[in-house]
């Protein structure tokens, strides 16, 4: 079984007491997943306890052996979304800044000396800022972008994983990590830019 599939009623029921000992060691980051998700501590804390609470009561749910991390993440996933939807309608995309082409980063580190081969240029950025200035960056995304993102460049999943904590196809979870990154480039660089990282900034042509 895949590991991101969250597992059916019908299959064997964790213990109670084990619940504790497989969410103490994941909750850091949790937490700092809820941080990018909602923007700020107070909600962060409100969504991982809610998460923690609902995961408590369906932890009959949970099929030992399997990823908890990521059954883990996916009610906290769903938890946003409804505190979001109680809170305010969804990000709309009018209004945002034009999407930056694709390449958009990778030339920006290349030509300023940051960018490692076979690496993500994306990544390479993020490893060097801020995580604040990273937070702040995944945060301005809608939500639908925002949460896959966060997903793949900081929790590490794959995109199967990430498919089964959004509950969406994986076509789906490509789609909007594509026009995620789009959108976060130029604000990772800006924020590359604040920190001294960089000096210049490049021209780049649109992609088609």
Same mark, same amino acid.
């Given at each position: /079984?895949?590991?991101?599939?969250? &597992?059916?009623?019908?299959? +064997?029921?964790? @213990?109670? @007491? ?15 997943? @809820? ?27 949970? $099929? &030992?052996?399997?990823?908890? %991390? ?6 906290? =996933?769903?938890?946003?979304? /409804?505190? %979001?939807?109680?809170?305010? &309608? ?9 999407? #930056? +082409?694709?390449?958009?980063?990778? =030339? ?5 000396? /940051?960018?490692?081969?076979?690496? !993500?240029? #994306? ?13 702040? #960056? ?15 460049? /900081? ?14 196809? =994986?076509?789906?979870? $490509? ?18 830019? !604040? #920190? ?6 490049? @021209?780049?042509?649109? !992609?088609?």
């Amino acid at each position: /079984m895949d590991a991101s599939t969250i &597992p059916t009623p019908a299959a +064997p029921a964790a @213990a109670p @007491a084990d619940f504790e000992s497989l969410l103490a060691p994941i909750v850091d980051r949790a937490y700092g997943m @809820a941080l990018r998700l909602a923007g700020n501590r107070d909600d962060a804390q409100d969504l991982v306890q809610e998460s923690a609470l609902l995961a408590f009561r369906g932890f009959h749910t949970f $099929r &030992p052996g399997t990823n908890f %991390r990521a059954w883990f993440l996916r009610i906290l =996933v769903n938890c946003f979304y /409804m505190s %979001r939807r109680r809170k305010r &309608p969804e990000q709309s995309l009018e209004g945002m800044e034009e999407e #930056a +082409p694709l390449l958009h980063l990778y =030339v920006q580190t290349y030509h300023n000396g /940051m960018h490692g081969a076979g690496r !993500d240029p #994306a990544r390479e950025v993020m490893d060097r800022i801020e995580g604040e200035d990273v937070a702040r #960056a995944l945060h301005s995304l809608p939500e639908e972008f925002r949460v896959v993102c966060t997903l793949y460049f /900081m929790e590490d999943l794959s995109y199967q994983e990430i498919a089964g904590v959004v509950g969406v196809p =994986v076509g789906t979870v $490509r789609s909007r990590l594509h026009r995620g990154r789009k959108l976060l480039q130029k604000r990772l660089w800006q924020a590359a830019l !604040d #920190a001294g990282l960089a000096a210049t900034t490049v @021209a780049v042509e649109e !992609d088609e």
